[in-house]
């Protein structure tokens, strides 16, 4: 078991390449605005055009294998991100404090939690193929405001993240990629025939984390006005509104999905017959 942990521990914290990572602006790749700008722009344009398109039907079964595959390569990177990230965050942290507040101007986004933030930051071009899987099923239906929002807005967040060496980065990876392996476990299970009955704990942990992350938030928010502040005050009032809005979408999908249907099935049974 130790020697597992050692192990662990050498290759997804100590190896040099995630040690001596370092987030350089317009240097670093993605690390630009012309970079975020273009990416954004380009998935929503794509989004535009492929869902107005003629696109050719594929097949069910080999649609369903990319799909399986996709959802599998996400479930194991979320993991090891999650895992990733808890161990540097133990390692590199000073004092617990710092898990929530970062210092001002001593905390550059270098070393292995920024490490981790990349790729986190690179998973969500990654999660980009999750709308073209939608588009080619030919199901629009589940082509919805949030979900195209979501995936164009969280490229935002993550780059905010390293360019401001924003505070509270710890906590929120590790939450949202927890909440991704469980997400992605139900979709890999979908895309091989399975119709798991916790679809809605899904829609539940996921509107739990944003609760969860302004909670810490409010933590961060007190370091940061009686002391000397936080690093990344700015980025993190930017996620803030973001993640408002997606708990109050969030809410209203369980609303429309799962209760209206909770009640509409109750109604069908409480009829005479």
Not at 31 to 40: D, E, G, K, N
Not at 183 to 196: D, K, N, Q, T
Not at 199 to 218: A, D, H, P, Y
Not at 257 to 269: I, L, M, S, V
Request: aromatic share 16%; proline share 5%.
């Amino acid at each position: 078991m130790e020697d597992l942990y050692s192990n662990l521990h050498y290759w997804l914290v100590d190896h040099p390449t995630i040690t001596h990572f370092q987030w350089k602006p317009n240097q670093t790749w993605g690390a630009s605005p012309l970079f975020l700008s273009l990416t954004v722009l380009a998935y929503l344009l794509l989004t535009f055009v492929l869902r107005r398109a003629s696109l050719p039907t594929l097949n069910s079964t080999f649609l369903r294998l990319i799909s399986a595959l996709h959802n599998l390569i996400l479930l194991i990177l979320s993991l090891i991100m999650a895992v990733g990230c808890s161990l540097s965050a133990l390692s590199q942290m000073p004092n617990h404090r710092w898990i929530f507040c970062f210092p001002p101007n001593q905390t550059p986004p270098r070393g292995p939690v920024f490490f981790w933030a990349q790729i986190f930051y690179f998973s969500k071009l990654l999660e980009f193929i999750d709308t073209l899987l939608i588009i080619l099923s030919g199901s629009n239906r589940r082509l919805s405001f949030l979900h195209v929002y979501h995936h164009a807005v969280v490229v935002v967040m993550c780059y905010l993240w390293l360019s401001t060496s924003q505070s509270l980065l710890p906590v929120a990876l590790v939450t949202n990629a927890s909440v991704h392996v469980l997400m992605y476990a139900y979709y890999l299970l979908c895309a091989l025939g399975g119709r798991p009955w916790w679809k809605v704990l899904v829609t539940n942990c996921q509107i739990i984390q944003f609760v969860f992350s302004f909670m810490v938030s409010g933590l961060m928010l007190y370091y940061h006005f009686t002391g000397s502040g936080c690093s990344g005050f700015s980025g993190w009032c930017f996620n803030a509104v973001f993640n408002a809005s997606l708990l109050a979408l969030f809410v209203n999908f369980h609303f429309k999905n799962y209760a209206k249907r909770k009640k509409a099935n109750r109604n069908t049974k409480s009829k005479p017959l």
